[in-house]
């Protein structure tokens, strides 16, 4: 039976490698798999899906306009067996719905990737979407500096301190975020304020 599965995890937590791992797995058994990202995410190129550990691969940009149930509609002779979704917390909410009825409607699995909060702990419309809709839910572990599971995206400048002010949206990677404990992430931002 097919479902809406999401994979999320704060920074770090390997969510693109285990985007690719998937995608390797389906196509090592014949399957056509739709690997798509939000147009949004152009850190490492608007049509590539890339991994710390080095794993990449190209993948269909979606820009917040397109609809996602009517291209796969429209590319029904392709027929994809699988839809694999990375940074799945920048597509609208509208298009959460849409990987949905793909679902329902087609019996094709959607495996969502992406982070569920931002850096402030505050969650993305998308996450929003799929934690109401998702069959399966899996948190994607890595841990904080001291040793706990990290929870939190922390925001932070050239210099290390944590940043809790600005836009939702800043892409980075370990130059601008770092995986955090709430305890850790709130101990820093009192470091800040005393400064």
């Given at each position: ?10 920074m ?7 985007a ?7 196509e ?22 890339y ?10 940009s979606?820009?917040?306009?397109m ?22 917390q ?8 849409q990987?949905r009825?793909i ?15 931002d ?9 929003v ?7 399966s ?14 929870t ?7 210099e290390?301190?944590?940043?809790t ?10 130059e ?13 931002q ?6």
């Amino acid at each position: 039976m097919a479902k809406l599965y999401f994979r999320y995890g704060a920074m770090g937590s390997s969510k693109s490698a285990q985007a690719l791992i998937t995608k390797f797995n389906y196509e090592e058994r014949g399957m056509r798999v739709w690997l798509i990202k939000p147009a949004a995410d152009t850190r490492y190129g608007a049509d590539k899906v890339y991994s710390r550990i080095g794993l990449e691969q190209r993948a269909d940009s979606i820009s917040e306009e397109m609809d996602l149930l009517q291209i796969f509609r429209d590319r029904e002779r392709e027929f994809y067996d699988v839809v694999i979704a990375d940074e799945a917390q920048f597509f609208t909410p509208a298009q959460i719905e849409q990987l949905r009825e793909i679902v329902d409607r087609y019996h094709v699995p959607v495996f969502c990737f992406g982070l569920r909060t931002d850096f402030r702990t505050r969650m993305f419309p998308g996450s929003v979407r799929l934690f109401e809709l998702a069959d399966s839910i899996t948190e994607l572990k890595t841990v904080c500096a001291c040793g706990s599971k990290a929870t939190v995206n922390a925001r932070v400048d050239a210099e290390g301190n944590v940043i809790t002010e600005g836009e939702q949206v800043l892409l980075g990677g370990n130059e601008s975020y770092q995986p955090m404990c709430h305890k850790c992430w709130k101990k820093a931002q009192e470091k800040e304020n005393e400064a």
